[in-house]
């Protein structure tokens, strides 16, 4: 019982720990840095380093809901993450990156599944490379590195990956990707006015909690085996024959044991007999 209650205690620390705050961003009118600023994002310059150096990188431990065009918002817990500009002029967002590779944001293989479906579903993407990745997932095996589902045709364009983080008991974490670049975009014929998704709230969160509630982890209890005995005894009559049964058996092996005793001293007493028969037998012969 001590066992099971400091489980849970740590559970729950481990949940306050991992998300201590959370961010609101409204690209919901434009992709402009100033969402940050207004959300009270504080950003954090990344070591300029190649393609890095017009990156910033967000707070972790944090949960971030995410205001997109058409009424669409996306909710993520994550441990870290990164806003990409253009240029370093650009006052304009273009890429968004949240991770969730810290153990206290690992799924298991079927609460992983789940939010996948419902992505999949949500944006009418094909499943069978869904299945096809995560078939030795289920199975216990590392299979590929990562997969990613990306919802085309949308705008901004919305990814979703997941990788494998060589945990055995939860071996999926999660990463995000909201994709602004709105001249690219453009060239393949997306933008706001063609999103075919409106009104929508991809909470992953909730879809994790949701997945846990119906599956709960299985907590095993070790019971010491004297009790484990007598409660087994009280309930199953086989059980109790066996228990009340049990010093009869031992008697008899000690019977067993003292038998060959009784029979040595038996011989002993034989032997003796006919040694003192025989010295009499001398005698006599000799008297004669």
């Known amino acids: 019982m001590c066992r099971f209650t400091f489980i849970l205690i740590l559970a729950f620390v ?19 840095m100033s969402a ?3 959300g009270g994002v504080p ?35 994550s441990h870290m993450g990164s806003i990409r500009r253009a240029n370093e002029s650009a006052q304009l967002a273009s890429r968004l990156v949240l991770y969730g590779n810290e153990p206290p944001y690992h799924l298991t293989a079927s609460e992983a599944l789940e939010v996948f479906e419902q992505f999949h579903d949500t944006f009418n993407i094909p499943k069978e490379p869904l299945y096809k990745w995560f078939d030795p997932v289920t199975r216990g095996q590392s299979g590929r590195s990562y997969y990613q589902a990306i919802a085309k045709g949308n705008y901004p364009e919305i990814a979703l990956e997941a990788a494998n983080s060589f945990f055995s008991e939860k071996p999926v974490f999660l990463v995000l990707y909201v994709d602004f670049d709105e001249k690219t975009l453009r060239k393949r ?23 846990r509630s119906k599956h709960p982890p299985a907590v095993i209890e070790e019971t010491p085996v004297e009790e484990s005995k007598a409660s087994a005894s009280a309930t199953d009559p086989l059980m109790e024959e066996q228990v009340v049964k049990e010093p009869d058996a031992v008697a008899a092996v000690e019977l067993a044991e003292e038998e060959p005793k009784e029979s040595t001293n038996w011989l002993l007493w034989l032997i003796g007999a006919l040694v003192v028969l025989g010295s009499l037998v001398l005698v006599v012969r000799r008297k004669n």
Request: aromatic fraction near 10%.
């Open 43 to 77: 950003l954090r310059q990344l070591p300029s380093i190649s393609q890095e150096s017009y990156s910033k990188e967000l707070p972790g431990d944090a949960r971030y809901i995410i205001k997109l065009p058409s009424s669409n918002q996306v909710v993520f817990e």
């Open 189 to 211: 014929g997306v933008s706001a006015e063609t999103n075919q998704v409106h009104d929508l709230t991809f909470d992953i969160p909730a879809i994790i909690e949701s997945v």
């Open 14 to 32: 481990v949940q306050l720990a991992a998300v201590e705050q959370t961010y609101v961003l409204d690209f919901s009118d434009n992709f402009g």
């Open 36 to 38: 940050f600023e207004e």
